[in-house]
């Protein structure tokens, strides 16, 4: 059973790009969630996704937007990158009952320059 | 509003001696609090989560964390530490808004 799985590991952009992460969360599971991790930080939340539509989020401002696909896996878009979005993304995944059993991904390592 | 404070960015232990990592919350609910560790260019690992069951929760490697609500704490510990837990630690909670709040973790050091 394939755990939570990110795309790309790393990936390196300039300063007004846009970027498109992904996540397949772990079989069976139907719900996602995007955290941002700033090198020597927690990780924050951005979003969650369930049932494709966006049912919370965090204090990010609206370049960053979401998506999930009817299989339950989901992309992050962040329009207009700038240098403070430099971190690494991470992907979580649960059941929409069971949120204490959150497993997460690898994470993206994204560098903007 | 909720918070997460972990009280020490840095901890260094000798190989064979206890670890204590502190995390302080302050949330207007009875939280669920979890444990996580995150080794050099990985993901984040679930050690352990309290979800108002005992107190003494008990979790993978030989970690365990006490809920105290009058502290408001959930600190973790380990009887004897190897160089294999030598990882970032975070401590984060959930108060029913199914969003996790993290802390600022706490990075491990473990001497031979």
């Known amino acids: 059973d394939a755990g939570v799985t990110q795309s790309p590991t790393h990936l390196i952009k300039t300063r007004g790009q846009q970027v498109t992460l992904r996540c397949s969360p772990k079989?069976?599971?139907?719900?996602v969630s995007w955290y941002q991790q700033a090198l020597g930080q927690g990780p924050q939340f951005i979003f969650q996704?369930?049932?494709?539509?966006?049912?919370q989020r965090g204090n990010f401002p609206d370049r960053f937007s979401g998506h999930q696909f009817p299989n339950y896996s989901s992309e992050l878009n962040v329009n207009a990158l700038l240098l403070g979005d430099s971190a690494l993304y991470l992907c979580?995944?649960?059941?929409?009952?069971?949120?204490?059993?959150?497993?997460f991904g690898p994470g993206t390592r994204l560098t903007v320059l | 509003a909720q918070s997460v404070t972990q009280l020490d960015s840095h901890v260094s232990v000798s190989e064979g001696t206890p670890v204590l990592l502190r995390c302080n919350y302050s949330?207007?609910?009875?939280?669920?609090l979890f444990w996580y560790v995150q080794h050099p260019n990985k993901g984040l690992q679930l050690l352990l989560k309290?979800?108002?069951?005992?107190?003494l929760v008990k979790g993978i490697n030989g970690f365990e964390a006490e809920f105290k609500k009058s502290e408001t704490s959930f600190h973790l510990t380990k009887p004897s530490a190897h160089m294999s837990d030598a990882a970032e630690y975070f401590c984060?909670?959930?108060?029913?808004?199914?969003?996790?709040?993290f802390g600022g973790g706490t990075r491990l050091m473990v001497k031979p």
């Open positions: 079989s069976g599971h139907d719900t």
């Open positions: 309290y979800t108002s069951a005992a107190t």
């Open positions: 984060a909670l959930n108060n029913a808004g199914n969003m996790l709040t």
């Open positions: 949330s207007s609910y009875s939280p669920s």
């Open positions: 996704y369930y049932e494709e539509e966006e049912r």
């Open positions: 979580a995944s649960s059941l929409r009952d069971r949120f204490n059993e959150q497993f």
